[in-house]
């Protein structure tokens, strides 16, 4: 579909007319434009120069931002186990102690990151890490059981701290 036969739904066009394939002339004051498709520069025109004349409420079919971004998020079971299970893995990873999910400082940042989600106590992240191990421990037994030979090194270097006489 070209250009001049696209439906035109934008109220810009009240007051626009569409003279070539890529210009447009303001009904209002004669000024021409160029057109690429879209209507913010008609938008910006109008409200530019055509302030008094020209009502604000503009294109009424497209919904502000301010409709996405302003309703409050449930926090549905889902979300709340995608996030526990972050927390989970941020605790192994980052090697953290499980009563962490209890600090004063880490309940603050939750109830302001997601209001409705209730963080799980030390019990149930025990058992969750416990679960993560022991699903681990046995992707590693499966990976391991299809090999014939593994080569297993360390590393020598000693940290200069375990060392140190008191």
């Known amino acids: ?5 696209r439906p035109k739904k934008s109220s810009s066009w009240n007051y626009f007319e569409l ?9 209002l004051c004669e000024k021409t434009l160029v057109y690429h498709g879209s209507t913010s520069s008609m938008r910006s025109h109008l409200s ?3 302030a008094k004349e020209v009502p604000t409420d503009t294109d009424a079919a497209q919904p502000a ?5 302003s309703r409050p998020r449930r926090c ?7 996030i526990t299970a972050l927390i989970t893995n941020m605790i192994v ?8 999910v209890e600090g004063g400082g880490f309940l603050e940042l939750m109830a302001s990151v997601e209001p409705d989600y209730r963080v799980p106590g030390r019990t149930t992240m025990t058992k969750r ?12 037994r499966r990976s391991l059981s299809t090999v014939s030979k593994v080569s ?15």
């Open 1 to 5: 579909m070209n250009r001049a036969a």
């Open 19 to 27: 003279t070539c394939a890529n210009e447009v002339r303001c009904k």
């Open 48 to 50: 530019a120069k055509h």
């Open 65 to 69: 931002i301010t409709n996405f971004i």
């Open 76 to 82: 549905d079971d889902r979300r709340a186990g995608d």
């Open 93 to 100: 990873k980052d090697m953290l102690p499980i009563s962490f």
């Open 129 to 140: 890490i416990e679960k993560l191990y022991k699903d681990k421990a046995e992707d590693l």
């Open 152 to 166: 297993i090194t360390t590393s020598g270097r000693h940290s200069q701290l375990n060392h140190m006489s008191p």
